[in-house]
T-cell receptor
Framework: GAVVSQHPSWVICKSGTSVKIECRSL??????MFWYRQFPKQSLMLMAT?????????EQGVEKDKFLINHASLTLSTLTVTSAHPEDSSFYIC??????????FGPGTRLTVT | QKEVEQNSGPLSVPEGAIASLNCTYS??????FFWYRQYSGKSPELIMF????GDKEDGRFTAQLNKASQYVSLLIRDSQPSDSATYLC??????????FGTGTRLTVIP
């Protein structure tokens, strides 16, 4: 149980284009999902909290107009990186909450912007 | 400012030994504590969580929590090379958020 998938697992895009990443909880419903970013040899950085049916809550310093989050159902949240630039290249990981606090992570999406 | 500190690594132990991973946290309001394992290039994997003071055992893993000291640890018995990874400590807040430490990199030497 508690399986979370992400799609795509990796993506290469050109600077200025937009990229959508999907996060799905496969065997449970998740009212809350989180989006993280991780640069090489650094810890996870929480970007935003995604709640089903409401607007996402963004962490300080994360541009909400650049990183669009939509949590349209209890099993799907999407992150769209708009007008991507090389500095947005990173490992993007989502997690879904099952129970009180248990977060289960997706396998991550490696984004490279050229 | 919520902070999570983990013992600086890298930590190397021989195969079969006990690996001890430590974590202190600053938020006294934290009630739940999670340990994740992250292999290089992969996403974190939940291995244990603990809510109450004392010890919690699951197979070769034992989590220990002391809320008064704001300290949580993870012991790995009979360490295996496959345990080589970065271990992340994460206290939870009431808002479901986890605050991750920078992690301790463990290497188990065959």
């Amino acid at each position: 149980g508690a399986v979370v998938s992400q799609h795509p697992s990796w993506v290469i895009c050109k600077s200025g284009t937009s990229v959508k990443i999907e996060c799905r909880s496969l065997d449970f419903q998740a009212t809350t999902m989180f989006w993280y970013r991780q640069f090489p040899k650094q810890s996870l950085m929480l970007m935003a909290t995604s709640n089903e049916g409401s607007k996402a809550t963004y962490e300080q310093g994360v541009e909400k107009d650049k990183f669009l989050i939509n949590h349209a159902s209890l099993t799907l949240s999407t992150l769209t990186v708009t007008s991507a630039h090389p500095e947005d290249s990173s490992f993007y990981i989502c997690s879904a909450v099952q129970g009180v606090h248990e977060q289960y992570f997706g396998p991550g999406t490696r984004l490279t912007v050229t | 400012q919520k902070e999570v500190e983990q013992n600086s690594g890298p930590l190397s132990v021989p195969e079969g030994a006990i690996a001890s991973l430590n974590c202190t946290y600053s938020d006294r309001g934290s009630q739940s504590f999670f340990w994740y394992r992250q292999y290089s290039g992969k996403s974190p994997e939940l291995i244990m969580f603990i809510y109450s003071n004392g010890d919690k055992e699951d197979g070769r893993f034992t989590a220990q929590l002391n809320k008064a000291s704001q300290y949580v640890s993870l012991l790995i018995r009979d360490s295996q090379p496959s345990d080589s990874a970065t271990y992340l400590c994460a206290p939870a807040t009431g808002a479901n958020n986890l605050f991750f430490g920078t992690g301790t990199r463990l290497t188990v030497i065959p």
